[in-house]
């Protein structure tokens, strides 16, 4: 790994969010791409501070922290994962399921969804399967899309599919579903349409399903 991305990397282990903006706009001056800079620097440092988590060696406040620090280096990268090229136009309602707070993904998700010119409209976290209907009926979305880091809450999205099918429009949205638990033998189990495991596909994914 260069240099720069290890820097990036601890430094977001450290929380330290102004250090790791910076670090990322050099990065980004040094002309290493922004996927480069996302996988290598950012998430590399996150999936660190995941295993240290899970080992207790780090609590809450170190991750929120990192959390922060996250989003700052993404928010520098955001108009660069922008892709070129004819833009696709599509209506995406998305979200982080009922009981789950983590929303780093489903913000990486809705930032490349919208690179590709797709409009997005983020209901944020803990999102009852009740709102996702009433967004995608309201909007008249093409897309729902749901996100789920816990395994005690990748079961919900299962009840978000239910609760479309219940309100009738099955046939007018295409459910795209991701997060660390999720996989596609699950996609199909609980009756969704697509699960991606990363943004990129996610991104690549909704375009194709619009079109
Ligand atoms: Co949480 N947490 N957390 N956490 N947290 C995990 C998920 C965990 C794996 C940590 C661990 O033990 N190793 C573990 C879950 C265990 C499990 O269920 N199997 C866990 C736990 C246990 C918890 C709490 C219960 C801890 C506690 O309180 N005791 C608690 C739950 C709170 C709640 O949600 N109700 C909790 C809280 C938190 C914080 C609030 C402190 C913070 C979230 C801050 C935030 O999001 N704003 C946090 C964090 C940061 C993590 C880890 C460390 C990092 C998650 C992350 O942002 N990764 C995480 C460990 C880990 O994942 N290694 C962990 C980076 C991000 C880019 O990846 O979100 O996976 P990810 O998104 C990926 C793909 O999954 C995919 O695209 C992205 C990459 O391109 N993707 C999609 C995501 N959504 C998609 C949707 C799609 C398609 C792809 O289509 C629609």
């Not at 060696?57 to 991750?63: L, M, R, T």
């Not at 897309?143 to 789920?148: Q, W």
């Not at 033998?185 to 969704?192: P, T």
């Amino acid at each position: 790994m260069s240099n720069i991305l290890n820097e990036i990397s601890q430094n977001l282990q450290q929380g330290r969010a102004k250090a790791v903006k910076e670090l990322v706009e050099k990065a980004v001056g040094e002309g290493i791409d922004a996927k480069t800079i996302l996988e290598q620097g950012l998430i590399a440092g996150m999936s660190v501070i995941g295993e240290k988590f899970k080992n207790n060696e780090v609590y809450v406040p170190q991750v929120l922290i990192a959390a922060r620090a996250m989003k700052a280096g993404t928010e520098v990268l955001q108009p660069l994962l922008a892709s070129s090229g004819v833009k696709a136009k599509g209506k995406v309602v998305i979200g982080t399921v009922r009981g789950d707070l983590h929303d780093i993904g489903k913000n990486l998700v809705k930032m490349m969804m919208e690179g590709k010119g797709l409009e997005v409209i983020d209901l944020g976290v803990d999102v009852p399967a009740e709102k996702f209907v009433e967004k995608a009926i309201e909007e008249k979305a093409d897309i729902v899309a749901c996100s789920a880091l816990l395994t005690t809450t990748m079961t919900e999205i299962g009840t978000v599919v239910d609760a479309i099918v219940r309100a009738g429009i099955r046939d007018e949205v295409t459910i795209m579903i991701g997060g660390a638990p999720v996989t596609d033998s699950f996609c199909k189990q609980i009756g969704a349409d697509i699960y991606t495991p990363d943004a990129a596909s996610a991104a690549e994914a909704a375009v194709k399903a619009i079109s």
